[in-house]
């Protein structure tokens, strides 16, 4: 692990901004790390009401790969924010973009049902 990581072991009330994401460099680089969580939550930005989503995250790493308990303090932070699926997942996956520059990185959430319809927004960066 890098001297760099100061989040896991320590207690947190608040959660992360994506510039507060903690990384490592791996003695292995694996070809492709997933993330996967059902127990999300946003608010919607019109009714400030409760959104539960689905999140997938895959990335294929370039050098560094993200410390698992400094995501979910990140994504954690969305929970009071009024933010629609679609901008979900061009959010995520643009801050995990910027801040890991890995090969490939691509973002699912899925929305639960809401007025008879779920929403899935996927975005997809490769780097250049």
């Known amino acids: 692990m890098s001297d760099d990581i100061t989040i896991l072991g320590n207690k947190f009330s608040e959660p992360i901004g994506p510039d507060k994401l903690e990384f490592f460099v791996p003695e292995q680089t694996p070809s492709m790390v997933s993330f996967k969580t059902d127990q999300f939550t946003s608010l919607c930005p019109v009714t400030m009401q409760p959104d539960y989503s689905y999140i997938q995250i895959d990335y294929s790493p370039n050098v560094k790969l993200v410390e698992s308990k400094s ?16 901008d979900l997942s ?3 996956a643009s801050d995990l973009f910027d801040a890991l520059t890995p090969l490939s990185i691509t973002v699912t959430v899925k929305q639960a049902m809401r007025g008879g ?3 899935l927004a996927v975005t997809e960066i490769e780097s250049e």
Do not use: D, P
């Open 90 to 92: 061009t959010t995520i």
């Open 117 to 119: 319809l779920e929403t």
């Open 71 to 86: 995501l979910k303090l990140y994504l954690w932070g969305f929970r009071q924010k009024g933010i629609t699926c679609e």
